[in-house]
């Protein structure tokens, strides 16, 4: 799941050489990391919040945003390479992410339809239901396997990629709010209330349960290395 955030949303591509981010004058501008220099402007609707992602390879752009202070939000997808914005992919969603090659995207419609893009022509490689609305859901690092939880939910499910079976059903206390793979896909980070859960995916078991934040929201995300996790809460704590 992405990070939210209104005044001052920003984001780093995989290789910090450039960032998005929104400017005082209330405009979101891709900007070289290393002196600022504006390389696009977004041109996006005003909105209460926005929430900007890369894929991995750094070539697209996702900026979701939240014109009504209401879900599910509206969401542009960016090919940086062109400069230009992929209409198809202009939407009414409730979760997305790229896949880990950056070669397709994922998109949660309202009432539980997942569909698979293949980018950058934005034609439909493949959907399935998953029958109730989903917020979040993830990638596994391989791509053949999307975590995915039903919104306000607190079961996470692992689906096939290209057919939605359910492959494995993980209970959590509590709603997640978000999810995180380490990027050997051995661990599954959910933040669940004001908890983390960590998962070992391959023997299915509940491996910790970390907690420290005061409020829900959790945000959470592995380093590189693996070595290491986030998270973040509307609390203010990291």
Not at 70 to 88: F, H, S, T, Y
Not at 152 to 166: F, L
Not at 173 to 196: N, Q
Request: charged letters at 20%; one cysteine or more; hydrophobic letters at 40%.
């Amino acid at each position: 799941g992405q990070s939210k955030y209104t005044a001052g949303a920003l984001a780093f591509d995989p290789k910090h050489e450039r960032f998005v981010r929104l400017d005082p004058d209330g405009m979101l501008r891709l900007r070289r990391a290393s002196d600022g220099a504006e390389i696009l402007l977004l041109s996006i609707p005003k909105a209460v919040e926005y929430s900007p992602g890369f894929s991995a390879d750094g070539r697209y752009l996702v900026v979701e945003y939240d014109v009504y202070g209401a879900k599910p939000a509206n969401c542009q997808v960016w090919d940086l390479e062109r400069g230009a914005r992929i209409e198809a992919l202009t939407s009414y969603l409730t979760a997305y992410e790229f896949s880990p090659d950056g070669r397709q995207m994922v998109v949660a419609q309202m009432g539980g339809t997942i569909c698979f893009y293949d980018l950058p022509a934005a034609t439909l490689a493949g959907r399935w239901e998953a029958g109730a609305t989903v917020r979040p859901l993830a990638f596994h690092p391989s791509g053949a396997q999307l975590a995915v939880v039903a919104h306000h939910g607190s079961d996470i499910r692992i689906c096939d990629r290209k057919t939605g079976r359910v492959l494995r059903t993980l209970a959590n206390p509590a709603e997640v709010d978000s999810l995180a793979w380490r990027g050997d896909g051995r661990l599954l980070a959910a933040s669940c209330g004001t908890k983390v859960q960590v998962w070992d995916m391959d023997s299915g078991t509940l491996l910790s349960v970390l907690d420290g934040h005061q409020s829900a929201g959790i945000g959470v995300a592995f380093n590189h290395g693996g070595d290491l996790l986030a998270s973040v809460s509307w609390d203010g704590t990291i």
